[in-house]
């Protein structure tokens, strides 16, 4: 890929992208509240308090060890074939992601059915739709590594940059790192603004913010003919109303997929905008 004019690539010469501190791993920098800085992109629906006390069920199911037996049986009943290295990584994710859940309070569901299909599922099936991802694809608010874990598991040589601004879940995101050992794969510990100019063919985020916010989040760092992929619910209407009135000279939709997920009531909705043209005062 070649950088914008007047942008570097990781490891190309002392200067740096704004926003990028480089060390081995690729751009990564602390996690960190800048004065000034608007909070970061914030979830949607209600979260339980991490000190919440589980359930005598939750508790059994966060200690029962799962092995790529169950979760192999779990996801070829979706229509899901993973092999048997990324299904061994998808045990260890998940092993570590119940094991750090009440540390880093990022899901309320513990019965592994649920996990598999509002969680893995959730993520993987993007894939049906778009077979072959931009990259570098940013994943922003990836929280507990949602959905850009799951798809770099299943995408080994896809570079993958995950933005998280809350200090524990990208500690916990760099040991999901670690453990696993998936390369190309890259953590920005902050919150992603418009400020940030790392550039990047392809922005993705999970129930994160609004379609405008993000958009407006990702003007600097897409790259023009970028993509970015919103995993919505059904009723995403007023939100890409509101894209097109506020930033219709700046991006266009070039897809949007409605689907259920396989085997449950679940609706979604793959939104998909491309960038037309570099961000100006006029157009954002």
Same mark, same amino acid.
């Given at each position: 890929m070649?950088p914008p004019r007047g942008s570097?690539?990781?490891?190309?010469?002392?200067?740096k992208?704004?926003?990028?501190?480089?060390d081995?791993?690729g751009?990564?920098?602390?996690?960190?509240r800048q004065e000034g800085r608007?909070?970061?992109?914030?979830r949607?629906?209600?979260?339980?308090?991490?000190?919440r006390?589980?359930?005598?069920?939750?508790?059994?199911e966060?200690a029962?060890p799962?092995?790529?037996?169950?979760l192999?049986?779990?996801?070829?009943?979706?229509?899901?074939?993973?092999?048997?290295?990324?299904?061994?990584k998808?045990?260890?994710? +998940?092993?570590?992601?119940?094991?750090?859940?009440?540390?880093?309070?990022?899901t309320?569901i513990?019965?592994?059915?649920?996990?598999?299909d509002k +969680?893995?599922?959730?993520?993987?099936?993007?894939?049906r739709?778009?077979?072959?991802?931009p990259?570098p694809?940013l994943?922003?608010?990836?929280?507990g590594?949602?959905?850009?874990?799951?798809?770099?598991?299943?995408?080994?040589?896809? +570079?993958?940059?995950?933005g998280?601004?809350?200090?524990?879940?990208v500690?916990?995101?760099r040991?999901v790192?670690?453990?696993?050992?998936?390369?190309?794969?890259?953590i920005?510990?902050?919150?992603?603004?418009?400020d940030?100019?790392?550039?990047?063919n392809g922005?993705?985020?999970?129930?994160v913010?609004s379609v405008s916010?993000?958009?407006?989040?990702?003007?600097?760092?897409?790259l023009?003919?970028?993509?970015?992929?919103?995993?919505?619910?059904?009723?995403?209407d007023?939100?890409?109303?509101?894209?097109?009135?506020?930033?219709g000279?700046?991006?266009e939709?070039?897809?949007?997929?409605?689907y259920?997920?396989?085997?449950?009531p679940y609706r979604?909705?793959l939104?998909?905008?491309?960038k037309?043209?570099?961000?100006?005062?006029?157009?954002?």
């Amino acid at each position: 890929m070649t950088p914008p004019r007047g942008s570097k690539g990781p490891g190309s010469g002392n200067r740096k992208p704004r926003g990028i501190s480089k060390d081995s791993r690729g751009p990564e920098e602390s996690p960190r509240r800048q004065e000034g800085r608007p909070a970061g992109p914030r979830r949607e629906g209600n979260r339980p308090s991490g000190n919440r006390r589980l359930s005598r069920r939750e508790e059994a199911e966060r200690a029962r060890p799962v092995g790529i037996k169950e979760l192999n049986s779990r996801l070829e009943n979706r229509g899901f074939k993973l092999t048997t290295e990324e299904l061994e990584k998808l045990a260890t994710f +998940h092993r570590l992601l119940i094991e750090r859940n009440r540390a880093i309070n990022v899901t309320r569901i513990f019965n592994l059915d649920d996990i598999v299909d509002k +969680h893995y599922v959730d993520c993987l099936i993007i894939q049906r739709f778009v077979p072959k991802l931009p990259e570098p694809l940013l994943d922003i608010g990836t929280g507990g590594g949602f959905p850009g874990i799951p798809l770099k598991i299943v995408n080994p040589d896809l +570079h993958i940059i995950l933005g998280e601004g809350v200090r524990k879940r990208v500690d916990f995101l760099r040991d999901v790192r670690e453990e696993l050992k998936l390369e190309k794969l890259d953590i920005i510990g902050r919150n992603i603004d418009k400020d940030f100019e790392y550039p990047v063919n392809g922005v993705i985020t999970r129930a994160v913010e609004s379609v405008s916010n993000t958009l407006k989040r990702s003007k600097n760092c897409l790259l023009p003919g970028g993509l970015v992929y919103f995993m919505k619910g059904p009723n995403v209407d007023e939100e890409m109303e509101e894209a097109e009135k506020r930033l219709g000279s700046l991006y266009e939709l070039a897809d949007d997929f409605p689907y259920q997920l396989p085997g449950t009531p679940y609706r979604r909705r793959l939104v998909v905008y491309r960038k037309l043209a570099p961000a100006t005062q006029d157009n954002s």
